[in-house]
């Protein structure tokens, strides 16, 4: 069984995709969702799922190992963001080498980096009078939004279109695509090793 942990920082609509396409999958588990909030509506969706749950705390992430140990003690082989605002510290990029997987609302490497999150993004491209946008699915280092596409969908821009229309193409291709790739990505390589996580 491949282990999954999914961060996600808000409503997680992506995160509930993915929960419910791999419901299916024999080989594939969603075994916690962990967030920077306490209030994220994810959280309320794993609690429906019966999935474990952690509210991460910056000292937590960024100066200790706790949250890696969390990790490590729930067998995880992979870390999925979804909606996930804090930078990946180096600690858990090496335990998790090519493991990490982020998605993104736009066709980066346009807009990207730090503060291009959520309708800041979609902003920028009706800004641009962009008539294409789309989503991408990236491995995670150590900057925002930086690391390996994996794969891209684009939607056609209407002139007509406000940034929350075209937010909602762009999420509608989140939904359709991401929990696919994960779970392709994920049956594609082996558990992760013990000595990868210890060591
Ligand atoms: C998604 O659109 C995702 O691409 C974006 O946050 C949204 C989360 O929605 N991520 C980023 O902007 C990361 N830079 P959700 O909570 O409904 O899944």
Redesign the pocket.
Known sequence: MRRIAIL????????RKIVEHLQDNEFVEVVLIASNRKSAK?LDMASDHSIATTVITRSDFYQSESFLNQLRELDVDWIV?????WLVPSNLISAYPNRIV????ALLPAY?GKG???IN?HKAVKDNNDNVSG?TIHLVNEN??DGAIIFQGRTDIDPSDSPEDI?AK??KL?HKYYPKVIEGMVMAQPKLTTSKKYF
């Open positions: 996600a920082s808000g409503t997680g609509s992506n995160a994810v963001l979804a909606g996930f605002l982020n998605i993104h609302p990207g291009m999150y959520g993004v989503m925002y939004d937010a762009v999420l989140e």
